[in-house]
């Protein structure tokens, strides 16, 4: 079993920053891959972003490319996600999710594919 915990969110004003990160915990090794997703009320869950534990490969959502940036820290089994120049639009519950991954490349967008799932952390932008 692996687990999942989010921290880093909150409020923002327009234009700012934050980082979000994810520590992993339980039977971790490189054989998965870590995702970003975001979730309001009423909407389906969208990827924002996905990294193969390897670090060979990464994953954005068009709509966001540009804005954020995912990186990940073996030794200390944690993923990160750097987002810039936010806007009201990007106010969600963010989850950290981790899929199996058979190839080093292999970094999965669809959230079916995600095994295990964070519990999120709230991120408001405001005006």
């Known amino acids: 079993q692996v687990q999942l915990v989010e921290s880093g969110g909150g409020l923002v004003q327009a234009g700012g920053s934050l980082r979000l990160s994810c520590a992993a915990s339980?039977?971790?090794?490189?054989?998965?891959?870590l995702g970003w997703f975001r979730q309001t009320p009423g909407k389906e869950r969208e990827f924002v972003a996905g990294i193969n534990w390897s670090g060979f490969s990464t994953n954005y959502t068009d709509s966001l490319k540009g804005r954020v940036t995912i990186s990940r820290d073996v030794a200390k089994n944690t993923v990160y996600l750097q987002m810039n120049s936010l806007k009201p639009e990007d106010t969600a519950v963010y989850y950290c999710a981790a899929h199996y991954s058979l190839y080093t490349n292999h970094v999965a967008v669809s959230a079916n594919e995600y095994v295990y799932w964070g519990q999120g952390t709230q991120v408001t932008v405001s005006s």
């Open positions: 339980g039977r971790t090794d490189s054989a998965y891959g």
